[in-house]
Structure formats: C-alpha cells, structure tokens
C-alpha cells in the first residue's frame, strides 16, 4: 500500500474540506431555505448530484495522481458506501424511535454530516499517523475487521435502543429537555435558561453512532490505500451521497436484506488483506473485484429474494357469496 507524507497532504485535505462546507451550505441555506419533506423524486436527483460530484472528484484524482490512485479512490468510495447503506436502517431507527418530523429530517441529517466530516478526519489523522510510526498497527486494525465482521454475523439480528446511548444518558442528566419538539430548533431559552430539544437529542444520537461507524469504515478503507486525502475524501463523498439517498431508500431498505451479509465478507477480506500486507502486497484491482463481486451478489440476492416473496399468492379469499372473518374471529366480536 502506498504512503503519502501526512503533512504534505493536510493543505489539500484542508481545500476539500471547504469545497464541502461550501456545498453543504449553498444545500442547506439556498437550495433547501424551505424546509419540506423530501420526496423521492427530490431525493434521487440529489443523490445523483453527489454522486456524479464523486465520479468527478475520482476524475481529478486520476489526473492528478494516475489510475492506481483512482482505482484506490472508487474501491474506498465503493466500500464507504456500502457500510453506509447499511447503517441507515439505524438512521432510520432512531427517526423512527423518536417520532422525529420528516420536515425536519433534512436538517439533522445535514448538522449530522458537518460533525461526521470533523470525527471521520480525526481517525484517518491518528490513523495514518499511527500506522506511519508503528507499521505494526496496521495488523491490529486488520485483525480488528476480521473480529467485526464476526460480530456483525454473530449478532446481525441484535436490537439497537436508541435511548440507551450513554452518551444521551450523560446529556440528560446535565442539561434538561423539553417534552416536544419546537419546530426545527435545537435549543430555546425558557424562563432564562438554556433547554434543549428532542431535536437536539436526534443529532446527538446520530453523532455517537456514527463514531461507532467510523470504527468500521475508516479501518477498512485504510487497508486499501494509507493516502490520507483519498481515505477522507471517500469516505465523505460516498457519506454525502447516502445523506441525499436516505429518504429514497427509507422505504426500499428492507429489499436489501443479504447486504449485510455481503458487508461480513467484504469486512472479513480487508482484514485478512492487511494481515498478509506484508507478505502479499495485494494489487488495488484484485480488491476492487472482490468487493464489487461479494457486494453485487449480496444485492442480486435481495433483489431475487424480494421478488420470490412478492410473487407468492396471499391468503385466499373465501367463497363467493361468504364473508370474510371479521377482526376478531369468524364472528367478528
């Protein structure tokens, strides 16, 4: 794997950062001024944006710094967006368990990425640092994915109760809370004091969780490539791309049920690849048709599965001239 002198690389780290600052506040302050609920349609067209965007980035990184960068670029951008795909089901959780607006959704997705840009640079910074003085590092992290991947297909059926973050418990036990959310406002001041919103609650909720994300991701993608501004900038891209999808795929998530499954393999593999990292440099185009390979399969099956499911004949409707059974028995009392 390449290394690329981390403080060579901060001032284009530093540039991209505010390239998407600039984005996110022109969505945020111009293009979005109005808050609504994002409808499909909405959402796609977004979605496409960044990640045409994306493709565009890649394209200058190929220009820049040639096609196996490029390549290190797309299959981190690739990996990135799959592990996200996977973690809106708990976005959507937490909206869920919340009771939390859909015109309001946007807005906490949208502060939800400026702190996720913030923690993700802070991992890949002690990351590539780490890995830069102790090379043995590298070798904890992968055998870190390996036991990831494990636990996730372990516990892929696990609960998630959003309430018991204990970063949210922490917060209430210093700050009070209103009861009801105060339209799209994270705190007000009541009877001279500060109070925050359920709203405020959300973002935190979805702040801790993505640290626990990034444990996954950032890892992952520095078994490709320690370059810091290509780990970082794929990982935000693909990020920004799902932040713009979520209210898209929040009604089709179900369909992609073996994803999962396809993300414990592909976890599986990265680690194993750097374990071996130092006896086997495996080229950046073998890693990239594995990946696409598992996460197409995992996909095609879902989509396959789904279909099976919807093509099975429901329950059948009684004789003609019967009525149906009423809610509460043949009798329907």
């Not at 409808?39 to 190929?62: D, H, P, Q, T």
């Not at 949210?168 to 001279?192: N, Q, S």
């Not at 609650?201 to 993505?210: A, C, H, K, M, S």
């Not at 932040?243 to 089709?252: D, S």
């Amino acid at each position: 794997m390449d290394e690329v002198s981390l403080s060579h690389e901060l001032p284009v780290i530093a540039g991209f950062i505010a390239f998407v600052v600039v984005m996110l506040v022109l969505d945020l302050k111009v293009f979005q001024r109005r808050a609504h609920v994002i409808g499909i349609k909405e959402s796609l067209l977004w979605a496409g944006f960044w990640i045409a965007l994306s493709l565009l980035i890649n394209l200058g990184v190929y220009f820049w710094r040639g096609p196996d960068t490029a390549l290190q670029f797309f299959t981190g951008y690739l990996i990135e967006l799959s592990l996200s795909v996977d973690n809106l089901f708990v976005f959507l959780l937490i909206f869920t368990y919340f009771a939390v607006p859909a015109v309001h959704q946007h807005k906490v997705l949208f502060w939800g990425i400026l702190g996720a840009v913030v923690m993700r640079l802070t991992f890949i910074v002690a990351g590539v640092a780490l890995i830069a003085k102790f090379h043995w590092v590298l070798y904890i992290f992968g055998a870190f994915l390996i036991l990831t991947s494990i636990r996730m297909a372990l516990q892929r059926d696990r609960k998630i109760d959003p309430g018991r973050n204990p970063v949210l418990r922490l917060f209430r036990r210093f700050m009070p809370v209103t009861d009801d959310y105060e339209g799209d406002r994270f705190f007000i001041k009541r009877a001279g004091r500060t109070v925050a919103t359920p709203l405020f609650v959300v973002l935190l909720v979805i702040e801790t969780t993505d640290v626990i994300f990034a444990t996954d991701s950032v890892p992952a993608v520095l078994g490709i490539t320690l370059d810091p501004f290509v780990v970082f900038s794929s990982n935000v891209c693909a990020i920004l791309g799902l932040r713009a999808l979520y209210f898209a795929l929040a009604g089709i998530m179900k369909m992609f049920r073996y994803l999962s499954y396809g993300l414990v393999v592909v976890l599986f593999f990265i680690g194993v690849k750097m374990l071996v990292g130092g006896v086997y440099d495996m080229p950046v185009s073998i890693a990239l048709g594995v990946v696409a390979t598992v996460l197409l399969l995992s996909v095609l099956a879902s989509i396959v599965k789904s279909r099976r499911e919807n093509s099975l004949p429901g329950p059948s409707s009684p004789p003609h001239g019967e009525a149906a059974p009423g809610p509460e028995g043949p009798s329907g009392k």
